[in-house]
């Protein structure tokens, strides 16, 4: 019963990652049950089966999280590989610079992940490029490849100009030009059958993760979730989180109530836009965009 409630009550990504191993119809709340029923009933089978299951899901839970005391070792090169040259592995790399730009990019006292994001568009870019020889990209796939190369250098201009100031100047029309951008590669990734094939790796996994059904690439309406007032602009819907009050400015996240007039805290810890600490951009991630 706590597992459950406080998984649930984290919400947002942390939620997403982890109901399915704590809570009461999860993982954990399912083999502890038949724990219990094994006991019960005099089970033995049944009490080591929901054991080992137990002790697996810990292991595995274990494994994606640092406890007290543990050291955090970065991955090299920030994760991204040597030599990229298939669509696949280039979109898990603009995925991974979407995912970090849903916190905003910051550079100042709380930290920098602006340089991460630039790596990861610029890597992408590369990859891409090396795509067109070392898988024959021709005819119209050449020509989206191509239209996507030119859309993430505009990207990587957008978010390298977000400056570091002491009394940083609002940035919304910025977030709106690259979620715009995001947007349009997700696209023409996903409606162009020979790269959207090429974008599912060996193993199943996807990169450039298309957009939910219903959505679009100015000002967003997404198929579910809650209203979002967004003063100006009529009504936002993201998919998932609470109900957020925008005064003005589109910057939402998902995961907890966001309220932007200024500052607030979003679902990834990072503070958004408090003087001092740097401009920050908050943008759409994976199906949840937003614009100006």
Not at 5 to 10: E, K, L, N, P, V
Not at 47 to 61: F, K
Not at 99 to 122: F, M, R
């Amino acid at each position: 019963m706590n597992a459950d409630a406080y998984s649930t009550a984290q919400g947002g990504l942390f939620s997403a990652r982890f109901n399915n191993e704590f809570n009461l119809n999860g993982v954990q709340g399912t083999a502890s049950r038949e724990l219990i029923t094994g006991l019960q009933t005099g089970n033995a089978d049944l009490v080591n089966g929901a054991a080992e299951v137990l002790s697996a899901n810990a292991a595995d839970v274990r494994g994606n999280m640092l406890a007290n005391g543990d050291t955090f070792t970065p991955v090299a090169n920030g994760g991204i590989p040597t030599f990229i040259d298939t669509v696949h592995d280039a979109g898990v790399l603009f995925d991974d610079a979407v995912t970090k730009l849903l916190g905003g990019v910051y550079s100042g006292a709380q930290g920098n992940n602006q340089t991460s994001i630039l790596n990861d568009l610029n890597a992408t870019k590369t990859g891409l490029q090396n795509t067109i020889t070392d898988q024959g990209l021709t005819g119209h796939a050449l020509d989206d490849i191509q239209h996507v190369i030119s859309l993430l250098e505009q990207e990587s201009s957008l978010v390298g100009g977000i400056n570091n100031t002491a009394a940083p100047t609002q940035v919304s029309a910025v977030n709106g030009q690259i979620g715009h951008i995001e947007a349009q590669i997700l696209d023409i990734i996903n409606h162009d059958a020979t790269l959207a094939a090429m974008a599912v790796g060996p193993d199943g996994t996807a990169g450039f993760v298309a957009l939910p059904p219903g959505t679009t690439s100015g000002h967003v309406n997404v198929a579910t979730g809650h209203d979002v007032g967004h003063s100006g602009h009529g009504n936002v819907t993201i998919t998932t989180g609470h109900d957020a009050g925008l005064p003005g400015h589109g910057n939402v996240a998902t995961g907890h109530d966001v309220g932007i007039s200024g500052h607030g805290n979003i679902s990834t810890g990072h503070d958004m836009g408090l003087p001092g600490h740097g401009d920050v951009v908050a943008l759409a991630a994976l199906g949840h965009l937003w614009g100006h």
